[in-house]
C-alpha cells in the first residue's frame, strides 16, 4: 500500500530536548515536505525537499532542522524544542523530477501531534 | 502573498442534500489546485487535484472546478451522507515552485442523519 508515515504519532517532552520525527514514504517520491498546522494559522511549510541532498526552507524553519540522506526518507530535527513548537506536524511527499514544475498530487502522513512542556 | 480563504468555516446539512464549498485566492498565478480532507485526528487526504489549465475534475460524488482568472474553486458534493462529516481545505501550490502548499483555514462540514 502507497504511504507516508510518521513516527512518532503522539510525543510529550520537556523543553531543550532533542527530538527527531521520522517519515517514510514508500512511493519513490522525490520531492518531501514538511507542515505544522496550528488552530487560527492553518498549514505552513516547514521545510521541503526536492530530491535526496537538496533541501531548503520553508515559511516557519527557525528551530527545526532536515536531512535527507536517501529518497525515502525525511526526518524532522528539533534541536531544542521549545514550548511555542508544541503543534501538529506533517509530512507530505510527491513525484516531480528535480528542476520540473511541482504539478502532482501530494500525499500527507496521519500526523505528529508535539506537545513541549 | 499568496491568499487562501474559504467560507463558510462550518456547514451543517442533513443528510441526503447537495452542497457546495468555496475556495477563493488572491493571486491567479498557481500551478493547481488541492482539496483535501481531514479527520479529527487523522491526517491529510487528497480528494482531488486541478491542474492551473484544467476546468474541473471529478471523483464519484465529488466534482471540483476551477475559475484561475476569477481566483476561484468550488467543491461540490452530491448527496451528502453522515461519512462526509470531515474538514474540507483547499490549497494552492503558486509560483516559485518550491512545492509549498498554500491551505485555507478550511470549512468543517457535519452531515446530520
Known amino acids: 500500500e502507497a504511504q507516508v508515515t510518521q513516527n512518532p504519532r503522539y510525543l510529550i517532552t520537556v523543553t531543550g530536548k532533542k527530538l527527531t520525527v521520522t517519515c517514510s514514504q514508500n512511493?519513490?517520491?522525490?520531492?518531501m515536505s514538511w507542515y505544522r498546522q496550528d488552530p487560527g494559522l492553518g498549514l505552513r511549510q516547514i521545510y521541503y525537499s526536492m530530491n535526496v541532498e537538496v533541501t531548503d526552507k520553508g515559511d516557519v524553519p527557525e528551530g527545526y532542522k532536515v536531512s535527507r540522506k536517501e529518497k525515502r526518507n525525511f526526518p524532522l530535527i528539533l534541536e531544542s524544542p521549545s514550548p511555542n513548537q508544541t503543534s501538529l506536524y506533517f509530512c507530505?511527499?510527491?513525484?516531480?523530477?528535480?528542476?520540473?514544475?511541482?504539478?502532482?498530487?501530494?500525499?500527507f502522513g496521519p500526523g505528529t501531534r508535539l506537545t513541549v512542556l | 502573498k499568496q491568499e487562501v480563504t474559504q467560507i463558510p468555516a462550518a456547514l451543517s446539512v442533513p443528510e441526503g442534500e447537495n452542497l457546495v464549498l468555496n475556495c477563493s485566492f488572491t493571486?491567479?498565478?498557481?500551478?493547481?489546485l488541492q482539496w483535501f480532507r481531514q479527520d479529527p485526528g487523522k491526517g491529510l487526504t487528497s480528494l482531488l487535484l486541478i491542474q492551473s489549465s484544467q476546468r474541473e475534475q471529478t471523483s464519484g460524488r465529488l466534482n471540483a472546478s476551477l475559475d484561475k482568472s476569477s481566483g476561484r474553486s468550488t467543491l461540490y458534493i452530491a448527496a451528502s451522507q453522515p461519512g462526509d462529516s470531515a474538514t474540507y481545505l483547499c490549497?494552492?501550490?503558486?509560483?516559485?515552485?518550491?512545492?509549498?502548499?498554500?491551505f485555507g483555514q478550511g470549512t468543517t462540514l457535519q452531515v446530520k442523519p
Open positions: 490549497a494552492v501550490v503558486g509560483s516559485g515552485n518550491t512545492g509549498k502548499l498554500i
Open positions: 512511493m519513490n517520491h522525490e520531492y
Open positions: 507530505a511527499s510527491s513525484s516531480t523530477p528535480l528542476g520540473e514544475v511541482l504539478t502532482d498530487t501530494q500525499y
Open positions: 493571486d491567479s498565478a498557481i500551478y493547481n
